[in-house]
């Protein structure tokens, strides 16, 4: 028997001790290393409050139970999640350079090779497209499609997705020393602002709504809560609605699904083999990801003959905009006057998009080739 599933028959209040003791060790992370607080703050008070014994937060009535009910289950708290995300997003960098576009097809590659890991390790469909979700680096997107396939790992599905994404550079950076030369990173991408008609703003978000339900009609309302927080931003005529859908509805939203993932971190449902396997998939899915986006990016500076800087590869990710900031440091290190920013924001937008469309795929194909 693993050490995981000695723990889940420990008795009672040391289990929960141990799920404490974790939800103590994200706090930690999101205080003391800064590592995206927003998402670990209230994913680690949430596990340490729904293991206090005799709590009850997440029996039936519980107060963690009705908002998961309401809010997960429903889908609904994701997609205002995206709403908001989408109210944030600028495509103007993508506008700029859409051929970046390209790297997040290799980026997303995480994705069913965890499907496929998963599938032999002996996950149900459902489940392994759920916990290859989490290739897609992002967390809302991971969300959606666990309620839909795998309700039962929804807990260890976000928590890994989620604690991955806030250690990206943890792994970005070692992956980018490792497969991207220094002579490559010190490569200067040029760069012209350009002013874009407000017509291709309005119209872009229309445009990518309308072509993803074609392509993955149950994708939808991810793509399109993404896309109407864009439409909302850009349109120009709803900024009350535009700033309470970044400010107050993306807040709001976020502290509650943070608090009740961390409240499906309950010991005796936790901490079971099987959390260690999604764990390991989720990270195998980000190793491959990152990677693939990289090496895409490495060919493509050799195409241009040194025209791309290969660190753009990484970036090509949903982790936004976290996956850009650590390109941009990472390129500055090398050379203080390299400013990769602006390149690295337009991959990973369209990483964001990519993502979400990843998630849709799933939710579209995997019924027609399996019963889910």
Known sequence: MSWLGFLSLLPYPLGNAVMIASGILLLYLAVRKGYEPLLLVPIGFGAILVNIPYGGLMDEGGVLRAIYNLGIITEILPILIFIGIGAMIDFGALFERPWVMIFSVFAHMGIPAALLLALALGFNPGEAASIATIGAMD????????????????????????????????????????????????????????????????????????????????????????????????????DRLAKSAQDEIANFSTLLVG??????????????????????????????????????????????????????????????????????????????????????????????????????????????????
């Open 139 to 238: 967390g809302p997107t991971a969300i959606y499609v666990a309620s839909k396939f795998a309700p039962s790992l929804i807990g260890p599905i976000t928590v890994s997705a989620y604690s991955y994404m806030a250690s990206i550079p943890i792994l970005q950076i070692p992956l980018s020393r490792l497969l991207i030369s220094k002579k490559e990173r010190l490569t200067r991408m040029r760069y012209k602002e350009h002013e874009y008609p407000r017509s291709l703003r309005i119209a872009f978000p229309v445009f990518v709504t309308l072509l993803s339900g074609i392509v993955a009609p149950k994708g939808v309302p991810l793509i399109g809560s993404l896309m109407l927080g864009n439409f909302l931003k850009e349109s120009g005529v709803v």
């Open 259 to 372: 608090v009740v993932i961390g409240g499906t971190m309950v010991a005796d449902q936790f901490l079971r083999p099987q959390t260690l396997l999604v764990f390991a998939l989720g990270l195998f899915a980000f190793v491959i990801g990152i990677s693939a986006g990289l090496i895409s990016a490495k060919v493509a500076y050799y195409l241009t003959r040194g025209k791309v800087n290969p660190l753009i590869g990484a970036t090509a990710v949903s982790a936004f905009p976290m996956a850009a900031r650590t390109a941009h440091t990472l390129a500055r290190q090398d050379d203080p006057d390299n400013w990769l920013l602006m390149h690295a924001m337009a991959a990973n937008t369209g990483g964001q998009i990519a993502s979400v469309m990843a998630g849709g795929a799933l939710l579209t194909l995997l019924p027609l080739f399996f019963h889910v």
